[in-house]
Each structure stands twice: as C-alpha cells, then as structure tokens.
C-alpha cells in the first residue's frame, strides 16, 4: 500500500468513533380472600446471551481488507476487541468501477459504507446513514433481501432497533427503521393475565425475560400474582382438589420469592418497594395456606418450618397454631403437637367449641 493511500485510509477511519452507549428506555410503567381452613425458591432468570457480532476475526478472501482497515482503526487509538465486528463485507451491487465490493463499518452510531477492492489497496467512502443503530456493542449488520439490516440492542435491555437502508448506487436511503421491547411486551401480556384473572394461561410465560429487574412490573407483579394464586388455590382446595391448590399456590410463592425473598422476611430484597409488598398480615396468611395445602398433600416435613415462621409473626392467627400442631403430630412430636393445640384453643376463647373433635382428643 502507498503512503498516499494509507494516508487516506487514515483519515476516512479517523471519523470512526466507535462507543458502546449509554441510552436507557424508561420502564413502562387485592382483593383481600378468605384464610384456609385448618384441616421455592425460584432461581432468578439469567439474560440471555446478545447476538454475537456478525464479523469476528478476519478470514478468508475478505481478510487481507478487513486486516487493513482494523490495522488502522487500531493506530485510531481502538482496542483490538473492540473492532472485531467493525468490518462487514456486503454481498451488494452496484459496486463503483475500480472496486470489487462493498463494505460496511458501524461507528458513533453510524452505518458507513467503503467501496473495497480484495486487499485494501484502494478504499473509498461512498455515503453514511445517521442514527442507525442504538448501540455498538449489541450489534448486526448483514444483507437480506438485497437490503442492508442492522439490529442493535440498548445496554442492559431488551429494548432494539432494526434498521433496514438500500443502496442505489449512489447513496444510502433509509428503508425503515422499527423498535421493539420483547422484554416490556412479556411483562404487559402477563399484566393484563393477572387482570383477566387468568392464572393458568399466565403460568407458562417468563422463564427467559432479558433483563427483567430493569423494568417497573418486575417488582409490581409478584404481589397481584400471589394474591391472585392464593384465590384460585382456595377455590381448588373447596372443590376438592388439595394438590391443585398447592400446584396453584406453589407458583404464586415462588414468582414473589423470586423477587424479594421468602415470604415474612425480615430482610426483603428491594426493600425499598414495600408498597409493592403484601403487608405482613398478608404474608403470614398465605404462608400459612401454602403450609395448609403441603401438609394436605403429605409433606408436613415441607410445611413445619413454614408455619414456624408464621406463628411468631402473627401471633395472634388461632389456625396457625391449629395447623403447626396437626403437623407436629404427624411427624411424631407429640409433646410440642400438643403445647400448639392449648394455644390454638387459648386464642379461640369462648369459641373453642368451634374446634375439631380431634384436638381435645388428642389433648387427652
């Protein structure tokens, strides 16, 4: 290559300014039901992984230019990682005589386009598209359709861009550019589930949200969600169905606890969202349901601890201690079955004639 050219080279790359960004969206922005009767912890979902960039390491019959152009993108001052992707050959026509192809460079959200021949001997800058993309670490570039695409994704977000432009042989035309927010659609369609009331078309969705705890309904819908789980396994167990009820249950808790932690925590997560919280009322009843539907179930050795939790929070709920001491009894400790039983009749006062046959049974 000529120092002329090279000369050239440098100066064209020399407008390339390529950063990551730093644009963030703004995040989009109870019915109390009746205690059951006295007879989790999900892991957080991990983002998934960005579209890796459509060019790494140069090869074949485009490396000789794609060497050039990052040889001198690195004598710019840019890190060797940070222009892998930064030269994109483009399958387009027409290409300007002297030239063999087209290429494309993204910088300072850009979309530049060189007209190349094999080795980089000759390098021509033919036009550029403004405010193409979002972002230059999340980012594509290829051909369809005879168009050129460009997809890019905003930091810490599913929030995207996709860009479509055409070449005429003279300039670059913006075709159409469209945005889109998987991420925020998810979290709307699962909002308006839980107003429907429609818990079990509600249950499947979620597993795989990019970078769920950057938006509003992230830390909004664990609360409705339980309070809506919690109606719906107390019509299931009324009807019969105890292990519905826990299935029910069972997924309310766990879409809570993966937000903020087990349920009466003293150290919630995001403790700064409390009015996003059930009150600890709230919590000690539906902990003590959910212990309700394990024991129904049969595993009272799942539901002991979660009503050893409840009962120092509400001291007063009579069923709590009801519930801790069919549980006990179950599990062989008859001693403490009984000690929760005299405090279940104690709360009941004048209306421990209300209680089961078998407490004052097994009080005996």
Same mark, same amino acid.
């Given at each position: 290559?000529?120092?002329?050219? +090279?000369?050239l080279?440098?100066m064209?790359?020399?407008l390339?300014?390529?950063?990551?960004?730093?644009?963030?969206?703004?995040?989009?922005?109870s019915?109390?039901?009746?205690?059951? #009767?006295?007879?989790?912890?999900?892991?957080?979902?991990?983002?998934?992984?960005?579209?890796?960039?459509?060019?790494?390491?140069?090869?074949?019959?485009?490396?000789?230019?794609?060497?050039?152009?990052?040889?001198?993108?690195i004598?710019?001052?840019?890190?060797?990682?940070?222009?892998?992707?930064?030269?994109?050959?483009?399958p387009l026509?027409?290409?300007?005589?002297g030239?063999?192809?087209?290429?494309?460079?993204?910088?300072d959200?850009?979309?530049?386009?060189?007209?190349?021949?094999?080795?980089?001997?000759?390098?021509?800058l +033919?036009?550029?598209?403004?405010?193409?993309?979002?972002n230059?670490?999340?980012?594509q570039?290829s051909?369809?359709g005879?168009?050129?695409?460009m997809?890019?994704?905003?930091?810490?977000?599913?929030?995207?861009?996709?860009?479509?432009?055409?070449?005429? #042989?003279?300039?670059?035309? $913006?075709?159409?550019?469209?945005?889109?927010?998987?991420?925020?659609?998810?979290?709307?369609?699962?909002?308006?589930?839980?107003?429907?009331?429609?818990?079990?078309?509600?249950?499947?969705?979620?597993k795989?949200? +990019?970078?769920?705890?950057?938006?509003?309904?992230?830390?909004? $819908?664990p609360?409705?969600?339980l309070?809506?789980?919690?109606?719906?396994?107390l019509?299931?167990?009324?009807?019969?169905?105890?292990?519905?009820?826990?299935?029910?249950m069972?997924?309310?808790?766990?879409q809570?606890?993966?937000?903020y932690?087990?349920?009466?925590?003293?150290?919630?997560?995001?403790?700064d969202h409390?009015?996003?919280?059930?009150?600890?009322?709230?919590?000690?009843?539906?902990?003590?349901?959910?212990?309700?539907? +394990?024991?129904?179930?049969?595993?009272?050795?799942?539901?002991?601890? $979660?009503?050893?939790?409840?009962?120092?929070?509400?001291p007063?709920?009579?069923?709590?201690?009801?519930?801790?001491?069919?549980?006990?009894?179950?599990?062989?400790?008859?001693d403490?079955?009984?000690?929760y039983?005299q405090?279940? $009749?104690?709360?009941?006062g004048?209306?421990?004639?209300?209680?089961?046959?078998?407490?004052?049974?097994?009080?005996?």
């Amino acid at each position: 290559m000529t120092a002329k050219t +090279l000369a050239l080279l440098l100066m064209l790359t020399s407008l390339l300014v390529a950063c990551t960004g730093s644009r963030h969206p703004t995040p989009a922005a109870s019915q109390a039901v009746p205690e059951a #009767g006295a007879n989790s912890q999900a892991s957080s979902p991990q983002p998934a992984p960005a579209p890796q960039p459509v060019a790494p390491a140069p090869s074949g019959e485009n490396a000789p230019l794609a060497n050039v152009i990052r040889a001198a993108l690195i004598d710019q001052g840019f890190p060797p990682d940070a222009v892998s992707y930064q030269v994109v050959p483009l399958p387009l026509t027409p290409v300007p005589e002297g030239y063999t192809q087209l290429v494309a460079t993204a910088a300072d959200y850009k979309l530049f386009l060189f007209a190349a021949n094999a080795d980089g001997a000759k390098l021509k800058l +033919l036009d550029k598209l403004d405010d193409a993309m979002i972002n230059m670490a999340k980012l594509q570039i290829s051909v369809q359709g005879g168009q050129i695409s460009m997809w890019s994704q905003q930091p810490v977000s599913a929030f995207e861009v996709r860009t479509i432009a055409s070449w005429d #042989g003279s300039k670059l035309k $913006l075709v159409r550019k469209t945005t889109a927010d998987p991420s925020q659609d998810l979290f709307t369609r699962k909002a308006e589930l839980v107003k429907k009331g429609d818990l079990e078309a509600l249950m499947p969705l979620g597993k795989d949200i +990019l970078y769920p705890d950057r938006y509003r309904e992230y830390y909004t $819908l664990p609360k409705p969600i339980l309070e809506l789980a919690h109606q719906k396994a107390l019509e299931r167990y009324r009807a019969g169905n105890a292990a519905e009820a826990l299935r029910l249950m069972r997924f309310g808790v766990d879409q809570y606890t993966l937000v903020y932690g087990d349920l009466l925590s003293d150290t919630p997560r995001y403790a700064d969202h409390k009015p996003d919280m059930p009150a600890r009322d709230e919590q000690a009843e539906m902990l003590n349901d959910f212990a309700f539907f +394990l024991a129904e179930t049969g595993d009272d050795k799942a539901a002991e601890p $979660l009503l050893l939790r409840v009962v120092p929070a509400a001291p007063d709920r009579a069923v709590a201690y009801l519930n801790l001491g069919d549980v006990s009894w179950n599990l062989g400790k008859l001693d403490e079955a009984r000690r929760y039983y005299q405090r279940y $009749l104690n709360l009941l006062g004048a209306n421990r004639s209300a209680a089961p046959q078998r407490v004052s049974e097994r009080l005996k």
